[in-house]
């Protein structure tokens, strides 16, 4: 490793550069690294292969197109998806005499990669690697006995909802069919087709007693009974407790219960376990849950238990308390009685803490004269059963906690630390989270995510430790670590900046060389500026294609006490990137990349602290 003058390890003395392949000259033999012999490919036309030759003295066809073949024997093909019934790729590698293939270096690595496959002093090599696409189920005869597709009947069976809500019922049946809904009450109604999809959307109330579907052609019929709905009634709501989401952290203050604003949707509420809520439909897999009078949302079912409430609970905000931690935290206290849901939306200078199904009646809030983090705190009952709580901040968010601490709803804001900018890393608490496994992508000769990202990681660590960091590494072996884990390490260590370390991928269809390079992502706004220091970094010491910054809902930059990052340094699946990337030059480069990064940020803020 080579040294600066300042005693920091750079390597190499230059950022960016183009990169490189080695010569690779070992035993020829086809590997394909994706897609897998039988993989579903859910492509519309084009899609990609990856794999290797051991040996870039060879030429590589597949299904009769010249595919490119790099000096260490990697490939990455954009193809057509094979035609016919039974899809496959036919490889078919040629080895080139010695005066045809790349000059100098040859040897050097041979065999480095090799291991099975065809045997080496073969002139050629093939490989046949069957593929199929998404299953389309086989059209119902339109002839002969009646067919009916009885698996797809909607609605499922347990569906509960308000009796004016649109339920849809459907079957697939031949599309030469005719499908009649006969309700409880004696009348009938008939579903309209399209191909073999056959549905009509009712009321939820006209499905409350058994209704018969019935399906005919040519005087055949079939008669299926259509599962009944429960219908809300108004009169004798029903609750559910939350149990929390995550279960490595279960009974931890990390636990949360994720609620999305539709079935499947997106993570959007973090809601503390023991919340009761009253449910007001029931879908499949999923519960709705009234947040308040104007706001309901989804919860997966599995995440709640049925509570013995039977009438609404009135949660009233009382007169609160502003208190200085004995770190670099305060907290704001409002008496609720029992947990609410909520939500906290920030902005750079305020936090604005809503709580759902709460009246406040708060006169007084009391401050120490002296808090060092919060300026003022307001609130507004913007609606009967809606309050917004306003938290004023002297400095620049930092994170944030909520917590409930037996009756009471504490918001506990953080704030920067003291930043020496001369030494902006001395003295700070970084975690570092090599990405995967579970998981993870693997490059055309086999570099898998998960180890190449261990080594930027532990290049990583001597960098920020020479700076006077203190590291918090979240895995230090090629053993799987949990998801849910890495984000609760970083928070139980306090540590200043959450920083994870992945390769990027693309999914089937996407043509690979038309977009790749550094990107970074983080959820939460205070963590923007952040992403946006270290991309900069990257991007300089990387030398790859800029891809920007991404607001995206990833697990672990969803925390919000550190200020988090996810970095997507260079795409594993590009034969140059993954062939850099297994140097410790270019692992140092991606290393080097965050570590300016996260200097400039620190830098930062320093100023905004000084002109306080
Ligand atoms: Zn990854």
Not at 483 to 500: C, E, H, K, M, N
Request: contains cysteine; glycine residues 10%; aromatic residues 6%.
């Amino acid at each position: 490793m080579r040294l600066a003058s300042d005693g920091r390890a750079i390597w190499p003395a230059a950022p960016g550069g183009p990169l490189a392949f080695p010569s690779v000259d070992g035993p020829l033999s086809v590997r394909v690294v994706y897609p897998q012999p039988g993989q579903v490919i859910g492509a519309r036309d084009s899609t990609f292969i990856l794999g290797s030759l051991g040996t870039g003295r060879a030429s590589l066809t597949i299904n009769g197109a010249s595919v490119s073949v790099n000096p260490n024997g990697s490939f990455l093909a954009w193809l057509p998806f094979p035609p016919g019934p039974k899809p496959a790729y036919e490889l078919v590698a040629t080895r080139l005499p010695v005066d045809a293939g790349q000059s100098g270096g040859a040897g050097a690595q041979a065999g480095a990669q090799s291991g099975g496959g065809t045997a080496g002093t073969a002139a050629t090599a093939r490989m046949t690697l069957t593929v199929s696409r998404p299953a389309v189920p086989a059209p119902l005869p339109e002839s002969g006995p009646l067919v009916v597709d009885r698996s797809t009947l909607v609605p499922a069976a347990g569906s509960r909802l308000r009796g004016d809500e649109p339920v849809q019922v459907g079957v697939r049946a031949p599309s030469n069919a005719k499908v009649t809904l006969r309700l409880a009450d004696g009348s009938t109604r008939a579903l309209s087709a399209r191909g073999e999809a056959f549905r009509v959307d009712l009321p939820a109330r006209l499905l409350a007693r058994t209704a018969r579907m019935v399906v005919s052609r040519n005087g055949e019929s079939a008669t299926i009974s259509v599962p009944t709905v429960e219908v809300v009634d108004p009169d004798a709501p029903k609750f559910v407790v939350l149990k929390g989401s995550n279960a490595e952290v279960k009974g931890d203050t990390d636990a949360v219960t994720i609620v999305r604003p539709t079935p499947g949707g997106t993570y959007k509420w973090f809601l503390f376990p023991g919340t009761v809520l009253e449910t007001t439909a029931t879908r499949g897999a999923w519960t709705r849950v009234r947040l308040d009078d104007a706001l309901e949302a989804w919860v997966e079912t599995k995440d709640t238990e049925p509570s013995a409430r039977t009438a609404p609970v009135r949660r009233v905000a009382v007169n609160g308390r502003v208190t200085p931690g004995a770190a670099r935290w305060s907290d704001v206290r409002i008496p609720v009685g029992e947990r609410p849901a909520f939500a906290v939306q920030e902005s750079a200078r305020a936090l604005r803490l809503t709580l759902h199904g709460v009246i406040s009646n708060i006169d007084i809030i009391n401050f120490a004269t002296n808090d060092p983090v919060i300026r003022d705190v307001t609130w507004a009952q913007v609606a009967s059963d809606r309050v917004e709580i306003n938290v004023h901040l002297r400095t620049d968010l930092y994170g944030y906690l909520a917590l409930w601490d037996a009756g009471t709803f504490v918001l506990r804001v953080r704030r920067a630390p003291e930043v020496d900018p001369a030494r902006p890393l001395a003295g700070r608490v970084i975690a570092v989270d090599a990405g995967h496994p579970p998981i993870g992508s693997t490059g055309p000769t086999g570099l898998y995510e998960g180890d190449a990202v261990l080594a930027v990681a532990e290049a990583l660590r001597p960098m920020l430790e020479r700076e006077g960091a203190t590291v918090v590494m979240t895995r230090t072996a090629p053993g799987p670590v949990a998801l849910g884990a890495r984000p609760v390490a970083a928070r139980r260590a306090d540590a200043d900046a959450f920083v994870s370390i992945h390769l990027n991928a693309h999914p089937d269809g996407v043509n690979p060389y038309r977009t790749n390079g550094s990107g970074t992502y983080y959820f939460h706004a205070h963590s923007a500026d952040l992403a946006r220091d270290v991309q900069r970094g990257l991007v300089k010491w990387m030398g790859l294609r800029d891809l920007g910054v991404n607001y995206d809902n990833l697990a672990v930059v969803r925390q919000t006490w550190v200020p988090a990052i996810l970095c997507e340094g260079a795409f594993v699946i590009l034969p140059d990137q993954e062939a850099a990337l297994r140097t410790p030059e270019f692992q140092s480069r991606y290393a080097i990349g965050i570590l300016e990064g996260l200097e400039d940020w620190f830098r930062s803020l320093a100023p905004v602290r000084a002109g306080r």
